[in-house]
């Protein structure tokens, strides 16, 4: 035991001055390719230079993970691609390791393999990294043990590679260790907090450690770019909260000042702080930093399409709610080569960041081939559609002008409803009566939005109706049914009845595309995230999804156990509610119900609905046969040399 401490002793006090001296540039890491499944996505390449019984690698990896030293080595002869049995990790950490093994079969290069793991495969593999297995044979690691580390043959790093670059951790996942992060701390122990500036093309991926190459270029307070005109311009500031947590981040910038004129503070922003949400509402959110935490404050630059050319100068201070702040003078060198698409062209400048705040689709617009709504009294048309509401805001009517060749709008209407839609409430056998309390009246008017609403009361329910449409033919209805007081019903219902020639196939309710057969009952299922129903004809036809104020969208396909639909309390009723519908003569009536129930006074239940009236355009022939779309993992040149014009996944 005594020997063996010994040992260790002297193994931890002596290694090799090279690596020592290890600065990790960029020359000692590459890219390479082979089956990553056992071997994992990273190695690093030793030599031996002659053959040794006990071969010793220094290996100053600055990996980002945890634990390190619960995760096996494999050790590959590259000379004969076999795995060396013999091998015994002596030291592992986060910052380097020290592996031990058996390099008597040839001097040469050997692959380490440091992150091996193993997966499951299959679209959504589960993947486990294993322990160190204990393949050494009893005698070798005895004697290997008892070599002193002096003695042991020193392997000589060639360099480090990843499976390809994407699985590259250099240089943004190529840690600083403990004492180059003291270093920093030291040269800026009066800073509240640190700012390390990064160029876009180095992510800062790391939120728990600093990458070697911030804690070499340092806090500077200083960066530099270069960007053209008309370009969204990306850069980041490291947020370091090395002494104490930094809650509260504010975000403020100056005007950039040039010998030719300014950009405005206005151009700039912080996506972290500042932005817009998916309703096109301004949004600020809170950032706070917890200590010894890394936030990267990615920051967006509009440059001007017409300005001179030179350094533009200014300041970006980041402050927290104790008043603490940071300074960066940020210094851009703008070209006269002006970018048509802000930059969005080149994936590298990441100008695509700003359409985190776009406003397209916010503001109601039509998009081509799409045409402003119109409303001539009740009627509402759309692009080949129309929608007739009634005296409650129910579609009393519903009309395409779609030829069946769909390459047209015509003049002929097709009946999507052969009567108007109903909202029933049934009571002791009948159905209540609903009084108008206040007909249908319009409010927004818009190019792209056009609402409603309308009120009536059936027997002690009031029913207030809130309805909108857009300009691709989307209605939202929501039906809102409140008690005066305690009543009991046997149902309340929505009743449509289409032509049965309209509603000639069928989608939803449990079935794929096909034929609509003569009846058919449909039940809720949490099981099946199934919400409504789809019936109509190439030309014309309508969908209905059914919903409530819990609506939260169901993850989808392998996903929905993790978040499945919520079912609507309204028409869901404990399982009572569910959809029927049946062939009569020349219409198919549908009936979507809730069943039975008791509201209490002052109750409120939210009847909603969508309704997708289709179809939506026409078809465009031309790029039926001219334009290809691909989902793929291809470069775009690859693909066109294929004869494709791609224009979706690359």
């Known amino acids: 035991m005594k020997k063996l401490f010994l040992w260790a002793l002297s193994a931890l006090l002596t290694l090799p001055a090279a690596a020592q001296d290890f600065v990790p540039?960029?020359?000692?890491?590459?890219?390479?390719?082979?089956?990553?499944?056992?071997?994992?996505?990273?190695?690093?390449?030793?030599?031996?230079?002659?053959?040794?019984?006990?071969?010793?690698?220094?290996?100053?990896?600055?990996?980002?993970?945890?634990?390190?030293?619960?995760?096996?080595?494999?050790?590959?002869n590259a000379s004969t691609g076999k795995a060396v049995d013999n091998v015994l990790p002596v030291e592992i950490n986060r910052?380097?390791?020290?592996?031990?093994?058996?390099?008597?079969?040839?001097?040469?290069?050997?692959?380490?393999?440091y992150l091996p793991y193993h997966t499951s495969g299959g679209p959504y593999p589960k993947v486990n990294y294993p322990q160190q297995p204990d393949k050494a044979d009893p005698q070798w690691k005895a004697t290997c043990k008892a070599t002193p580390a002096g003695k042991a043959v020193q392997a000589k790093l060639v360099r480090f590679e990843s499976l390809g670059s994407f699985n590259s951790f250099y240089p943004m996942e190529i840690i600083a260790t403990a004492q180059e992060k003291q270093a920093l701390i030291d040269a800026n122990s009066?800073?509240?907090?640190?700012?390390?500036?990064?160029?876009?093309?180095?992510?800062?991926?790391?939120?728990?450690?600093?990458?070697?190459?911030?804690?070499?270029?340092?806090?500077?307070?200083?960066?530099?770019?270069?960007?053209?005109?008309?370009?969204?311009?990306?850069?980041?500031?490291?947020?370091?909260?090395?002494?104490?947590?930094?809650?509260?981040?504010?975000?403020?910038?100056?005007?950039?000042?040039g010998k030719?004129?300014?950009?405005?503070?206005?151009?700039?922003?912080?996506?972290?702080?500042?932005?817009?949400?998916?309703?096109?509402?301004?949004?600020?959110?809170?950032?706070?930093?917890?200590?010894?935490?890394?936030?990267?404050?990615?920051?967006?630059?509009?440059?001007?399409e017409h300005a001179g050319r030179g350094i533009y100068r200014g300041t970006v201070t980041v402050s927290d709610l104790s008043g603490a702040s940071q300074e960066v003078n940020i210094a851009i060198n703008l070209s006269d080569n002006v970018l048509v698409d802000k930059g969005d062209g080149d994936l590298w400048r990441l100008s695509r960041l700003r359409w985190l705040n776009s406003q397209y689709a916010v503001n109601n617009r039509p998009v081509k081939p799409f045409i402003p709504i119109k409303v001539a009294d009740r009627t509402i048309s759309v692009l080949g559609r129309s929608v007739t509401a009634g005296e409650l805001g129910l579609p009393a009517s519903i009309r395409s002008y779609f030829t069946e060749e769909m390459t047209s709008i015509g003049k002929e209407p097709k009946d999507i409803l052969s009567q108007p839609m109903e909202f029933v409430i049934r009571q002791n056998g009948k159905p209540l009566p609903v009084a108008i309390t206040s007909p249908l009246k319009f409010g927004k008017k818009e190019d792209g939005t056009v609402s409603w609403t309308a009120t009536g009361k059936a027997g002690a329910l009031d029913i207030t109706v809130l309805a909108s449409m857009e300009f691709d033919g989307f209605m939202n209805y929501q039906i809102k049914v409140k008690?005066?007081?305690?009543?009991?019903?046997?149902?309340?219902?929505?009743?449509?009845?289409?032509?049965?020639?309209?509603?000639?196939?069928?989608?939803?309710?449990?079935y794929e595309g096909s034929l609509r057969p003569k009846s058919d009952q449909w039940k809720w299922n949490v099981e099946r995230n199934q919400e409504g129903f789809w019936f109509g004809d190439v030309n014309a036809g309508m969908q209905c999804l059914f919903r409530a104020e819990n609506y939260r969208r169901p993850l989808n396909t392998n996903f929905y156990k993790m978040q499945p639909l919520n079912m609507p309390p309204s028409w869901f009723n404990d399982g009572k509610g569910g959809i029927s519908y049946k062939e009569k003569g020349n219409q198919v009536d549908i009936k979507t119900y809730s069943g039975s129930r008791t509201l209490q006074k002052g109750e409120e239940l939210n009847f909603d609905f969508l309704v997708l009236?289709?179809?939506?355009?026409?078809?465009?022939?031309?790029?039926?046969?001219?334009?290809r779309y691909y989902h793929g993992y291809q470069p775009a040149e690859k693909l066109k040399e294929g004869d494709a014009h791609a224009y979706q996944g690359l």
């Open 260 to 304: 030719n004129g300014s950009i405005p503070a206005s151009a700039l922003t912080c996506f972290n702080t500042e932005g817009t949400d998916w309703l096109g509402r301004p949004i600020h959110p809170e950032v706070n930093v917890g200590k010894g935490r890394v936030q990267p404050l990615w920051i967006g630059i509009q440059m001007p």
């Open 483 to 510: 008690a005066a007081e305690n009543t009991s019903v046997d149902d309340i219902a929505l009743l449509t009845s289409m032509p049965a020639t309209t509603a000639k196939y069928r989608l939803g309710m449990g």
């Open 25 to 76: 540039e960029a020359s000692f890491y590459g890219e390479n390719y082979w089956t990553p499944d056992t071997l994992g996505n990273h190695r690093a390449i030793v030599s031996v230079n002659t053959p040794a019984s006990v071969a010793e690698a220094y290996i100053p990896w600055r990996r980002r993970d945890a634990n390190p030293e619960q995760k096996g080595i494999i050790v590959i």
């Open 613 to 627: 009236v289709t179809p939506f355009k026409p078809i465009d022939t031309m790029k039926q046969w001219t334009d």
């Open 190 to 257: 009066n800073k509240p907090f640190l700012l390390l500036p990064e160029d876009r093309k180095y992510p800062i991926r790391m939120f728990d450690d600093l990458s070697y190459r911030q804690v070499t270029q340092g806090a500077t307070g200083e960066f530099f770019g270069e960007a053209d005109l008309n370009e969204y311009y990306v850069l980041q500031l490291g947020l370091w909260a090395f002494k104490n947590p930094v809650n509260g981040v504010k975000v403020t910038f100056t005007d950039l000042k």
């Open 95 to 113: 910052e380097y390791g020290r592996i031990r093994f058996d390099a008597s079969g040839n001097a040469g290069d050997y692959y380490v393999y």
